[in-house]
Nanobody, 126 residues
Framework: QVQLVESGGGLAQPGGSLRLSCAAS????????MSWARQAPGKGLEWVSG????????YYADSVRGRFTISRDNAKNRVYLRMNSLKPEDTALYYC???????????????????WGHGTQVTVSS
């Protein structure tokens, strides 16, 4: 069965960095686009970043562009999110998500994703 397990969250100071990792299993990882999304306390789920099947194209929400970097290692079945210049408003539960099929164009539609991990908590505070 499909499993997505996030790790790497924690407490960071404003301006600091964290690297999230998502370990995938139960499907042919290299065949599917992947994304990260987050949910802040009291708010809805927000798409953060996406990456195509071979990692050649990446996509970002305006709120994180220039600060976050998504990458993947198809040999290790992992997708990563490097988060720099963290802000208190980045505090959220971060989820890894598998696309249901090839995505053309817009990676931000949450309905494009059929499996989600349980999330890893990121807290940015001094």
């Amino acid at each position: 069965q499909v499993q997505l397990v996030e790790s790497g969250g924690g407490l960071a100071q404003p301006g600091g960095s964290l690297r999230l990792s998502c370990a995938a299993s139960g499907f042919t990882f290299a065949s599917y686009p992947m994304s990260w999304a987050r949910q802040a306390p009291g708010k809805g789920l927000e798409w953060v970043s996406g990456i195509d099947r071979d990692g050649s194209d990446t996509y970002y929400a305006d709120s994180v562009r220039g600060r976050f970097t998504i990458s993947r290692d198809n040999a290790k079945n992992r997708v990563y999110l490097r988060m720099n210049s963290l802000k208190p408003e980045d505090t959220a539960l971060y989820y890894c998500a598998k696309a249901g099929a090839f995505i053309i164009g817009d990676y931000s539609g949450l309905a494009e994703y059929d499996y989600w991990g349980h999330g890893t908590q990121v807290t940015v505070s001094s």
